[in-house]
């Protein structure tokens, strides 16, 4: 695998760097609660301002769905990144290309331009030839650093390529290498899966089938494969219409060897009590919340095994006191192989979220914020992002 990447471009000095980053953080009232992708995209502009290039940064913010929304200003996230860099940003609020290419004209080389919402478009969405052509209008060199948009086909990830000359960013370089080394793993390699939607998770499961030792499965995700079985799940969170993705993973009315699920549950009860059952023993009127101490031990015995460990999706409603150990204890045990033992890879925001609170990422050989494009990318489907820059 080849990757095109921006240290490779050896004319930089005043060019204008259309640079597209994740900088889709949590704002609450109008302040910043979350920097990690601020933080973690910084490598990128800090090269390509030390090259002399104009930075023209271009995010998104949310999920806008009527043009301009106060809610989903990009305006205190760029207030916020020229605090980190100590260097003035100039914030866009429309997208305007006369406008631009005239500040661009002006400004010294070195200088960062922030867009404002690319959402706030509609060509954005529908992966629009006429507003990456507007993007792509005052711009010399296109760089993506957003690895947790690539599997979307959207105007600022996929259309622009076809205008500009294209790059990897530092960052998505970076995250590319670690996720490729899942592909050819070390061994044993344990496969964690938890959260909710199997239509998501399934093609992950299929695609390191083969490699993996053991694929252990947590959280909302279980659910679905006690439906298929005809098991009780009360009132428990499920996919409606996952037959299909589940019924791969079965042979003869049999799961499939490699796939283990979970042999005790915490259940919250019609009273509102926390109490620990067999998936066999939950009554209609349960919600299964979390997994129980015996699938922590099972779990914790594959997990010390191996050699390379993927965990995507917590074990539970780990945001509660009542339903938070199977998620900590499994983020423990990981970061805790992942110390030199095995080459631990974490991802999706949720995952992310749990492993901090276990204070333990630093142990970690890399941890992800791309939930949904980390798994497009493991389970081998195309990805619009990264056409023209990974070989």
């Known amino acids: 695998m080849r990757i095109k990447s921006i240290n490779n471009c050896k004319q930089l000095k005043g060019k204008r760097v259309l640079l597209r980053v994740d900088f889709n953080v949590p704002l609450k009232n109008g302040r910043v609660v979350d920097d990690y992708r601020i933080v973690s995209g910084l490598g990128t502009i800090k090269y390509l301002l030390g090259k002399g290039a104009k930075v023209i940064i271009a995010a998104h913010l949310g999920e806008p769905k009527n043009g301009y929304e106060e809610t989903f200003s990009l305006k205190p996230v760029a207030a916020y990144l020229q605090k980190l860099l100590k ?50 209008s005052f711009s010399d060199l296109y760089v993506n650093d957003a690895f947790s948009v690539c599997h979307r086909k959207q105007a600022s990830v996929s259309a622009i390529k076809k205008y500009l000359p294209s790059y990897a960013g530092l960052l998505l370089t970076e995250e590319v290498k ?35 030792s053991e694929i252990l499965i947590g959280g909302a995700l279980a659910n679905n494969f006690w ?16 037959e299909i993705d589940i019924k791969k993973f079965f042979k003869r009315g049999k799961l499939a060897p490699k796939i283990f699920l979970p042999i005790d549950v915490v259940v919250e009860t019609k009273d509102g ?88 990422e630093e142990y970690v050989d890399w941890v992800s914020t791309a939930g949904g494009a980390m798994l497009t990318f493991l389970g081998g489907e195309k990805m619009p992002g990264l056409d023209k820059i990974i070989y």
Request: hydrophobic residues 40%.
């Open 178 to 212: 670690a996720l490729a080394k899942v592909l050819k793993p070390k061994k044993p390699l344990v496969v964690i899966i938890g959260g909710a939607k199997i239509s998501t998770k399934a093609p992950l499961i299929s695609k390191l089938y083969s490699e993996a």
């Open 87 to 136: 260097t003035k940003i100039r914030f866009i609020s429309e997208i305007d290309s006369k406008k631009i290419t005239k500040i661009l004209d002006s400004a010294p080389d070195g200088e960062i331009i922030f867009l404002e919402n690319l959402r706030f478009n509609k060509g954005e969405l529908s992966d629009d030839d006429i507003f990456a052509k507007q993007l792509a």
């Open 273 to 360: 009590r926390a109490v620990c059952k067999k998936p066999m023993d939950v009554l209609s009127s349960d919600t299964i919340y979390d997994i129980g101490p015996e699938t922590i031990s099972l779990y914790a015995s594959f997990i010390k095994k191996a050699k390379t460990l993927v965990w995507n999706g917590p074990m539970g409603k780990f945001e509660e006191n009542s339903f938070k150990h199977g998620t900590l204890n499994i983020a423990s045990l990981v970061a805790s192989r992942s110390r030199g033992l095995a080459y631990g890879l974490i991802g999706g925001g949720e995952t992310v979220n749990a492993l901090k609170i276990t204070k333990m």
């Open 227 to 242: 439906k298929f079985q005809n098991i009780n799940i009360g009132k428990s969170l499920y996919d409606k219409g996952s």
